[in-house]
Each structure stands twice: as C-alpha cells, then as structure tokens.
C-alpha cells in the first residue's frame, strides 16, 4: 500500500542544535511532496513543497529539505533551531499518478524544543 | 485574503446528539477535503470533494458520518448519532489544482468534544 513514514515520532533539541526530520515515501512515480507544519493549538500551515527542479527546497523561517528521488526520501532540515520551532511536523506526498488530488500524510513528528 | 473558515471552533456535545462541522474553502478554490486529527490516529482523509461532487470517501469511519457540499462555498459534515470516540479536531482544506500541483490550504479547525 502507498504510505509515507516518519520515523521519528518525538525529538528533543536544544536551541542552536541542528535538525533533521526523516521522511519516505513509497511511491514509485512522479510525486509533488510537502512539509507542513503545526504549532500547539493551530492548524496545519505549509512549510515548503517540491514540485519539480531543484532537489533541495528551500522554505520558511529557515527550513529546508532536500529529495533523493533513488532513496524515496524528502528529509527536512534546519541548521539551528529556535524555541519557537516547537511544533509537529508533518511530511505529506501528493502520488500524480494515483491521484494528483490526493495528498497522504505521515504521521508527524513531534519537535521539542529545550531553551 | 480570507483563508478557510471553520465553524464552529468548539463543539461539546453529548453522546446521541446530531452534530454539524461547517466549512468555507477559499473563493475560487476546486478541491475540498475534511479531515480528522486525533492522537491515536494522527492526520486522516475523510472525504474529499471537486467541484462540489464528492470523489473519495473511503475513509468516512461509518454511515453516522456524512458529508455535502451543495455549493462552491460551503460544505457541513455531520455525526449523527456522536459518540464519545468521535471527539477530535476536525479541518476542512481546499485547495486549487493548477498545473498538476494540489497545494493544500487547512481552515483552523473544530475541536469536538462528544461526553
């Protein structure tokens, strides 16, 4: 079945470390991918999407991620986090094969940030 | 630019009573999704409209679950009867499928809580 895996479910960091959040996909075609994220008690706000070119995506507040289509992975990364990157973060994939309308979600990593 | 509007924001009901989760996409937008969000289960697709015709509704849990969207500008969905199991947060998302790209826009959501 067509998943996407986060594989960290809670990471603690503190300020100033640098981040990685692992996420793959099982897709074998062409795919549009997407970080959202989550603050405590809001909603899902998009953080950078890949939908063609360059592999390494650049987002807000700092956020990157980087897709390695022969490893079906889109990590995102950070090279120093702040308090205010506490949050849960979601990878989601958008299969253009199956269904271009359809975006499926990972189960979200929970960041925690110590300042 | 207005963003997707939920309402209402709380629900507390009691088990047995009707309950009606109202959206409104962003103007313009052809794609309508709900989701719900609980700890257990993360992030799942419930239903998911275009053009105001409902496409995918695989992941409504049961026949208590229903959802409509008579207009471009509005879409409820309703648990009739609730039970306490159903006590989530409820988004709506719309988004507008251009050039193949489907990002997705979330409103802010609806906090059920069913006694």
């Known amino acids: 079945a067509q998943s996407v895996s986060q594989h960290n479910h809670h990471v603690i960091l503190s300020e100033a470390a640098s981040l990685e959040l692992g996420c793959n996909y099982s897709y074998g075609g062409t795919v549009n991918l997407f970080w959202y994220v989550q603050y405590p008690g809001q909603h899902l706000q998009l953080l950078l999407k890949?939908?063609?070119?360059?592999?390494l995506v650049k987002g807000i507040k700092g956020f990157e991620a980087e897709f390695i289509k022969s490893k079906f992975s889109f990590n995102l990364r950070k090279p120093s986090v702040q308090w205010s990157d506490t949050a849960e973060y979601f990878c989601a994939v958008n299969d253009m094969a199956s269904s271009a309308s359809k975006i499926i979600f990972g189960s979200g990593t929970r960041l925690s940030i110590r300042p | 630019d207005a963003g997707v509007i939920q309402s209402p924001r709380h629900e507390v009901t009691e088990m047995g009573q009707e309950v009606t989760l109202r959206c409104k996409p962003i103007s313009g937008h052809d794609y309508l999704f709900w989701y719900r969000q609980t700890m257990m289960r993360g992030l799942e697709l419930l239903i998911y409209f275009n053009n105001n015709v409902p496409i995918d509704d695989s992941g409504m849990p049961e026949d208590r679950f229903s959802a409509k969207m008579p207009n471009a500008s509005f879409s409820t969905l309703k648990i009739q009867p609730s039970e306490p199991r159903d006590s989530a947060v409820y988004f709506c998302a719309s988004s507008l499928r251009e050039k193949g790209f489907n990002e997705q826009f979330f409103g802010p959501g609806t906090r059920l809580t069913v006694l």
């Open positions: 890949y939908f063609s070119g360059d592999p």
